[in-house]
């Protein structure tokens, strides 16, 4: 059963550290998403990636986080410094883009970060 | 720009009773529409999708949705509610190639005995 992974799962940290959030997209799959989710704004897209390119990164704060994709197995999520105001559930979500009547999104199971 | 609007942050119903949740959305092109559950502390998982073809789509667990276009809706519905059902429940739209997903800000179900 091909799921998302998403490491780790939970981060508690102090506000000024860096914070690295890490994904699996499922193999084969040629799109990934960066997502968080809070109580006050709901989910918010970060950031998303086809073929390891960013497509857009709009919803990203540019001054403290950064996405990128190292290889296609691998994404990451940086945020740097922390901030009190990052404490959310980041999800990373995988797709495989075959045209017209397949799209679908799969999430992973997020990473709960609370930063002090 | 599209958005989807999900009326209701909370529903309630009981145990064997209808179930229906409501998703209105704003697209200029034709939409791509998805339901999406989370159970608390997961992540979504996909309910059921709408690209093309017939209007009413089915899903898994029983929830079925229909795309009306005339009405920019795309409301979720299950016959006879399960405790298992409560959840959180989100709709969402794309609207070219696999290209962003727009959430809507979800509705909690809650299933009473």
């Known amino acids: 059963d091909a799921r998302v992974t998403q490491t780790p799962r939970d981060k508690v940290t102090e506000m000024g550290q860096e914070v690295t959030m890490r994904c699996q997209p499922i193999?084969?799959?040629?799109?990934v998403f960066w997502y968080r989710q809070t109580m006050m704004q709901g989910l918010e897209l970060l950031a998303y990636f086809r073929n390891r390119a960013p497509l857009d990164d709009s919803g990203m704060p540019k001054d403290r986080f950064s996405a990128e994709m190292p290889d296609a197995t691998l994404a990451t999520l940086k945020i740097q410094p922390s901030e009190p105001r990052d404490s959310a559930v980041y999800f990373c979500?995988?797709?495989?883009?075959?045209?017209?009547?397949?799209?679908?999104?799969?999430f992973g199971p997020g990473t709960r970060l609370t930063v002090t | 720009a599209q958005s989807v609007t999900q009326l209701g942050s909370h529903v309630s119903v009981s145990e064997g009773a209808l179930v229906l949740l409501r998703c209105n959305y704003s697209s200029s092109v034709p939409p791509y529409l998805f339901w999406y559950v989370q159970y608390p502390n997961q992540g979504l998982q996909l309910l059921l999708k709408?690209?093309?073809?017939?209007?009413l789509v089915k899903g898994i667990n029983g929830f079925e949705a229909e795309f009306k276009k005339s009405e920019t809706s795309f409301h979720l519905t299950k016959p006879s509610a399960h405790m298992s059902d409560a959840a959180e429940y989100f709709c969402a739209v794309s609207v070219d190639n696999f290209n962003k997903f727009y959430f809507g800000s979800g509705t909690k179900l809650n299933v009473k005995p």
């Open positions: 193999l084969g799959h040629n799109t």
């Open positions: 979500a995988s797709g495989l883009d075959r045209g017209l009547s397949s799209y679908e999104q799969y």
């Open positions: 709408y690209t093309t073809g017939a209007t």
